[in-house]
């Protein structure tokens, strides 16, 4: 099977399983993820100690080095990240690190690097994911459905919803989505959503992320144990898997 890029992975095919990194022991961790079979390394810049560009690309070349996908995000606090630094200088950092990795992440809130980012993004020809996080609850449909549109008339490449889910009622507005668009990344996080991780990419979500130690956001699942079911539900993602380990 020839390898598909990122790019095209966003659209269709397997889903990735991405695990998400900071700065800490960045080529440890790297080869530990490629000798495991991670799909995908989110680099969450705003873990990273330094927001100094030659700090950052440091920190994350390992990654690359390594044959690993790379998706860069610089989460704002709005949105549960520990970005702490102006507008100006998250979008420089956004430029800066855009050559060096695969795809980027911005949030659809970001109204003001969001622009900036989009356009970085298609001059250096990375895809471009337009996220929208709510750690407190899922809002309905129609909310939701907004955001979607709106993420795709500012040029998202694909589509991230990642929601807090309580009970049933919201995980059918998530997987809503998924059958209304495609190109989506849709989480229900919290223990309740916990379930959306595995059966949400059997639906087409494109992404679903997992946790090696460091930092499990709300209901995630050990990377290997998100590996081991979606080998066994999805024949596809396990095809995908023996492909990258032959
Ligand atoms: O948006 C997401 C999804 C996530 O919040 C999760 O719940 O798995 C983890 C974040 O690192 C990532 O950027």
Same mark, same amino acid.
């Given at each position: 099977m020839a390898t598909q890029t990122l790019r095209e992975r966003l659209t269709g095919g397997a889903p990735l399983v991405a695990v998400s990194f900071g700065d800490d022991d960045p080529a440890g961790h790297a080869a530990r993820a490629r000798a495991l079979g991670v *799909?995908?390394?989110?680099?969450?810049?705003?873990?990273?100690?330094?927001?100094e560009p030659a700090d950052v690309l440091a920190a994350i070349a390992p990654f690359r080095a390594a044959g690993l996908p790379t998706l860069a995000t610089i989460r704002s606090k709005a949105e549960g990240?520990?970005?702490?630094? *102006?507008d100006a200088a998250r979008l420089r950092l956004f430029a800066a690190v855009l050559p060096a990795v695969d795809a980027v992440d911005v949030e659809l809130s970001s109204d003001q690097v969001l622009p900036g980012v989009v356009a970085a993004a298609r001059a250096a020809d990375r895809p471009v994911i337009v996220s929208y996080h709510d750690f407190d609850r899922t809002p309905g449909a129609a909310e939701l459905r907004a955001k979607v549109e709106a993420a795709r008339a500012a040029g998202a490449d694909a589509v991230k919803i990642s929601t807090m889910a309580q009970g049933a009622g919201d995980l059918r507005v998530l997987a809503g989505l998924l059958v209304e668009y495609d190109r989506m990344i849709v989480i229900g996080m919290g223990a309740e959503g916990a379930g959306s991780r595995v059966f949400f990419p059997l639906l087409g979500s494109r992404i679903t992320y997992s946790a090696i130690g460091g930092r499990p956001a709300p209901g995630q699942l050990p990377f290997e144990e998100t590996k081991r079911l979606l080998t066994t539900f999805s024949p596809e993602y396990a095809a995908s898997a023996e492909a990258m380990t032959a």
């Open positions: *799909d995908l390394a989110e680099l969450r810049i705003d873990w990273h100690r330094s927001a990240g520990y970005w702490s630094g *102006d």
